[in-house]
C-alpha cells in the first residue's frame, strides 16, 4: 500500500474539509493491497459515536470535565 499517498492525501482533505476529516470528525480510507493472495479493494468508514447519555448540559458550569473525563470521548 502507499501509505505515504494516504498520508498526503488526508492532509490536504483535512486542510479542506475538516468538519469531516479532522479530529471530532469521519475518517474514510480505501485500500487495496498489492501483494498476497487478496487482491480486494476495501473501504474503511469510520465516524464517532456519541454516548446515549449525553445532554446539552453535560458540560455546563465543569470546567475541567470536557478535557479529563470519560465523558468527553467519542467512539
Not at 468538519?19 to 464517532?48: H, K, M, W, Y
Amino acid at each position: 500500500m502507499h501509505v505515504d499517498a494516504a498520508i498526503a492525501t488526508l492532509f490536504c482533505i483535512g486542510a479542506f474539509t475538516p468538519q469531516i476529516s479532522a479530529i471530532g470528525g469521519r475518517f474514510l480510507i480505501t485500500l487495496q493491497p498489492r501483494n498476497g493472495v487478496s487482491r480486494q479493494t476495501r473501504n474503511l468508514d469510520a465516524q464517532e459515536v456519541e454516548s446515549i447519555a449525553a445532554t446539552e448540559d453535560l458540560f455546563k458550569g465543569k470546567s475541567t470535565i470536557s478535557q479529563r473525563d470519560r465523558n468527553s470521548i467519542q467512539l
